[in-house]
């Protein structure tokens, strides 16, 4: 492949994150705030569990492969964002209405495509302090879904990517890592990778939550 | 102002933290261990139940600052006195007795208190690390009330300072770093400053309790 | 003490280790994947607490005292092997059915086997960063049971070994790690001290299950 090609992807790519992640960080502070309010906490509790929802998977990925500084510093817009949509969630409903519909209707997509691009950014990080492809992927999938695991654990239900009713999820994100991996092994550019990677994450989460696809149940059980 | 001057504050602050913190971590270790036995738990998880309320803010700081010796390493005197406490409190409450109406009355003044020296040294801690002026209030924040945070979820219960019912806390802790980091700004010496943040802490916080001050609800709701 | 014999000794060590560090983390990783099948997970769940009980504290160990790569990094074996006990507990019981009279029989003593062996191994990772005796019998600890503690957090019980109804466990590690610290300020090789740790601790614990040992209550209660 041509270096200029190459480099056309690799900025296409990075365009690709740049209108992707914010997204993907509101639509994850989303998922935080409202279950949130639900447990009726107030705005201090709102903040903090929307805060980890979105950004505590990266700081795991942060903390664990001791890099510093970590993202939500780097990227001090991401905390200052969360804390404006709180405000606005808490104070100023109305100017949410405008953007329910909108919300609701592609909430899925851009947390699916969320799932794919953290998973994906999480096993490359790892790539690159040179971890083996097997806890490399592990990265990936810490990086996708356990700011939603730490969500769960403050406000005091059973993690919801561990529940049989659940369709897949951390799944699709072990799946997309794989398939990172696998084609930067084969030989594929890291753009054209992570593309693949980010595709198949993001399509099977969608495949799953249309056709309500779980984990098979399997006969085991215990004693 | 003259050095001369800039030194004597800086003594006396260290001094205000010499003598601040230790009563500091007693206080916060107090109300890990009381709710850690009601709830029925033995002396192991009482030990560590008051060791995470009391410690684990500046832990989590120190990790997420990569900030090493952690600071209950280099002050090891804290875990001991810890452990001094809980067997006091288990086996030998009756020399706890005479203490009992002293702590009764002294407990949210030392926990205001606690509460503005951990937030402001966490603030500093952050602002020594290069961090912007933003996150380096959150690692205040964090340092401050993630102690009380953790014991939550390890005695299962939705985090104390998230709750609607709870006079302000968290946010008396991020109002005095920010007056402590504007302070700085301003050009105040960092005693002076720390002196100012510790204080709009401490006072905003003994206010909210004799008030009754809450966060608003605001109109707010989910779905 | 001749070099050659300490020599010895050391290779009986390492050889102790490779035979009882993989046993264990099976041991441990059983004791996660049991609970949380109780608790209706998916494979996702069951293995990620399977993964959490049987690596968290080592984990926790390496991330509070600054040592990469993870344990689990270098060894990914470990999680992989995770991975297989799950997929054949979930799919493949029948493939479990010869080994459960073993598991059943010998749980107890492998648990304890591992409980000794990663708290002497938290210890002696902390005693060589340099940190002072009872913070490293405190790693020790954190090394041997954390993982027991994230464990009941995402399944959200109150972590078992903080109940007064579990007979000793990290008293057991503690007493442990004392009688490695003790046994080298006292001269003894680092393998001879590993020896007295690991014993102490196991058997300690045995003894707690068969006699059904808790800690003491004591006096003290809470109001």
Same mark, same amino acid.
């Given at each position: 492949?041509?270096?200029?090609?190459?480099?056309?992807?690799?900025?296409?790519?990075?365009?690709?994150?740049?209108?992707?992640?914010?997204?993907?960080?509101?639509?994850?502070?989303?998922?935080?705030?409202?279950?949130?309010?639900?447990?009726?906490?107030?705005?201090?509790?709102?903040?903090?569990?929307?805060?980890? &929802?979105?950004?505590? *998977? %990266?700081? #795991? !990925? $942060? +903390? @664990?492969?001791?890099?510093? /500084?970590?993202?939500?510093?780097?990227?001090?817009?991401?905390?200052?964002?969360?804390?404006?949509?709180?405000?606005?969630?808490?104070?100023?409903?109305?100017?949410?209405?405008?953007?329910?519909?909108?919300?609701?209707?592609?909430?899925?997509?851009?947390?699916?495509?969320?799932?794919?691009?953290?998973?994906?950014?999480?096993?490359?990080?790892?790539?690159?302090?040179?971890?083996?492809?097997?806890?490399?992927?592990?990265?990936?999938?810490? &990086?996708?879904?356990? *700011? %939603?695991? #730490? !969500? $769960? +654990? @403050?406000?005091?239900?059973? /993690?919801?990517?561990?529940?049989?009713?659940?369709?897949?999820?951390?799944?699709?994100?072990?799946?997309?890592?794989?398939?990172?991996?696998?084609?930067?092994?084969?030989?594929?550019?890291?753009?054209?990778?992570?593309?693949?990677?980010?595709?198949?994450?993001?399509?099977?989460?969608?495949?799953?939550?249309?056709?309500?696809?779980?984990?098979?149940?399997?006969?085991?059980?215990?004693?």
């Amino acid at each position: 492949m041509e270096p200029t090609l190459i480099l056309n992807e690799i900025a296409r790519l990075t365009a690709l994150q740049a209108l992707i992640e914010p997204i993907a960080v509101v639509v994850f502070a989303i998922s935080g705030m409202v279950p949130a309010r639900l447990k009726q906490m107030d705005g201090v509790g709102v903040y903090i569990v929307a805060f980890v &929802t979105a950004l505590g *998977g %990266g700081t #795991l !990925r $942060d +903390v @664990l492969l001791n890099q510093r /500084p970590l993202f939500w510093v780097e990227n001090q817009e991401y905390p200052i964002l969360i804390l404006v949509l709180v405000l606005i969630f808490l104070y100023a409903p109305r100017f949410n209405l405008p953007f329910q519909p909108l919300a609701k209707r592609y909430f899925n997509l851009f947390d699916a495509l969320g799932l794919g691009l953290f998973s994906i950014s999480g096993t490359a990080a790892a790539l690159a302090h040179q971890i083996p492809l097997f806890p490399a992927t592990l990265f990936g999938v810490i &990086t996708g879904v356990f *700011g %939603g695991v #730490l !969500r $769960d +654990v @403050l406000i005091l239900e059973i /993690p919801m990517i561990f529940r049989q009713s659940t369709s897949l999820y951390a799944t699709c994100s072990f799946v997309g890592c794989w398939a990172f991996v696998l084609g930067l092994e084969l030989g594929l550019s890291d753009a054209i990778a992570s593309l693949l990677g980010i595709t198949t994450t993001t399509l099977m989460r969608l495949m799953a939550l249309r056709f309500n696809l779980t984990l098979p149940l399997g006969p085991g059980k215990t004693e």
